[in-house]
């Protein structure tokens, strides 16, 4: 069957639609959208596209990718060094930096443990966290996992093995997110959030 | 092809961006997988969490087919767990082993019962975590049972005595009396007395461990090596947990003979 263009376009396509949120459709969009903006669009995406294929790298520090390693949040001067903030993975740790809110240094666990999918403690980076905290003079560990119950077993786990340093171990609350409705919320949240509650 | 029924949710494996694919435990099918679409929708994210409750529609052409599950909330039970590492840990191995050594699509309502009860052990606010190991032992013995393994726990392999039962024979499954099993003792598996029905025992750390550590054996040898698969780590934490206690037991009572307690 003709589908109106060369196979280079048809490849473009079809690679496209394999990334997050595209489809065979919104890929075709996609490229169309690129022919038509050669020079002000596509030529720069080509460019960009190769830079980051030659330059990016995990940061051996944290786990973050970037195109330095160390990555440039680990080797800036200006963030707090006695406070680590574990994250799932690299999507998790630029959702807190874009934030704003936390000014320390991040480390990515690379997931979380899970029987089913056959991820155990070897497979993620816990041994790398337990070294750094030993060797960075770390005050406190914040472990912003999912709450989830593979995140939650994960975020027990690490304690566990957080123990031996005598480090600070927090975790980020659970309970009533901002705008909502107390008669929407699952009796899973409720129950976190009455848990977790504070003094006025 | 279309049925409804509750269930309790095992396991949910991402699929794709926004949908999974899920196992569920129901009392009339046993376990069944369905296709979730928008699994990590608002709506959806907390509910398909390993031990939640749901009401459940199936919907597919044919009844070999893997279907779409339509999933409402009825009790949110993960949630309240998360914040204990020995309630997670019993939760997570007890939905990981149902998940791993159950047939899809054949009843099982003595394992749907099981799993009912050991969430209803971890609803409540101060459980030891000796009782739930023993719930979750209790409910892989009867594992065992309905994949047709079972224990023969109600008299002695060699003399045929119901008294005094302190062992399992590690070959048959079989119970073996004190007196019996004392030249063997060595190669024996310690009877935890809390699983003998009207000789119940009590349930300590020390019984609960030896009580997992009997089941644990028969399902690894049994269930889960000839399909290539291995224990739940979450099951090895709870051990560990229990391992832990019995330790400071110990040195609590003055480091009493542990092993004395267990016969």
């Known amino acids: 069957m003709s589908t109106g263009h060369a196979p280079d376009i048809d490849r473009l396509i079809q690679l496209l639609g394999k990334l997050p949120g595209l489809g065979p459709r919104s890929a075709r969009r996609a490229v169309l959208h690129l022919i ?37 949040l680990c080797a800036d001067p200006r963030r707090a060094t006695g406070t680590l903030c574990v994250v799932e993975d690299v999507a998790d740790l630029w959702a807190l930096d874009r934030s704003d809110l936390f000014t320390g240094r991040y480390h990515v666990l690379g997931g979380t443990l899970s029987a089913l999918d056959g991820i155990g403690p070897d497979d993620l980076s816990i041994a790398p966290l337990v070294d ?30 957080l123990a031996s340093t005598g480090v600070r171990v927090t975790a980020l609350a659970h309970g009533l997110p901002v705008g909502g409705e107390l008669d929407y919320l ?11 509650r504070k003094s006025l | 092809m279309e049925w ?27 376990r069944t997988r369905g296709y979730v679409r928008g699994a990590t929708s608002r709506r959806l994210r907390g509910v398909l969490e390993p031990g939640n409750e749901v009401a459940l529609t199936w919907r597919a052409r044919l009844e070999q087919h893997l279907g779409a599950f339509q999933v409402e909330l009825v009790r949110a039970r993960a949630g309240p767990l998360l914040g204990d590492p020995a309630k997670l840990a019993t939760l997570s191995a007890a939905c990981t082993l149902l998940t791993l050594t159950l047939p899809e699509g054949e009843a099982h309502a003595g394992a749907f019962g099981a799993l009912r ?23 892989e013995l009867g594992l065992l049972g309905d994949l047709g393994y079972g224990l023969d726990l109600s008299r002695c392999a060699a003399t045929g005595t119901t008294a005094d039962l ?29 699983l003998l029905g009207s000789q119940a025992g009590p349930v300590t750390a020390e019984t609960a461990g030896a009580g997992l550590r009997l089941t644990g054996f028969f399902l690894e040898r049994l269930v889960l090596h000839p399909a290539d698969r291995t224990l739940p780590d979450a099951r090895g934490r709870l051990a560990a947990l229990l391992a832990a206690k019995v330790g400071s037991d110990a040195a609590t009572d003055g480091g009493d003979d542990a092993s004395a307690r267990t016969e």
């Open chain 2, 4 to 30: 409804q029924d509750t269930g309790i949710v095992l396991a949910a494996r991402r699929h794709g961006e926004g949908h999974a694919i899920v196992d569920a435990l129901t009392p009339g099918r046993g």
């Open chain 1, 186 to 196: 699952d009796d899973g949240t409720l129950a976190a959030a009455l848990q977790a």
């Open chain 2, 117 to 139: 009860a050991v969430l209803d052990l971890l609803a409540g606010l101060e459980v030891a975590p000796e009782a739930m190991a023993a719930a979750l032992v209790r409910l």
């Open chain 2, 166 to 194: 302190v062992y399992v024979s590690p070959r048959t499954g079989r119970a073996v009396s004190r007196k019996a099993g004392r030249p063997y003792r060595d190669k024996l598996l310690p009877l935890p007395g809390f």
């Open chain 1, 132 to 161: 750094r905290v030993r060797r960075e003079a770390i005050e406190e560990v914040i472990l912003a996992l999912n709450a989830t119950v593979d995140g939650q077993t994960t975020a027990h786990y690490v304690t566990e093995r």
């Open chain 1, 36 to 72: 038509k903006k050669r020079d002000p669009l596509l030529v720069p995406l080509a460019e960009a596209l190769a830079t980051v294929r030659d330059r990016v790298r995990t940061c051996s520090v944290c786990g973050n990718a970037d195109t330095v390693d160390p990555c440039s």
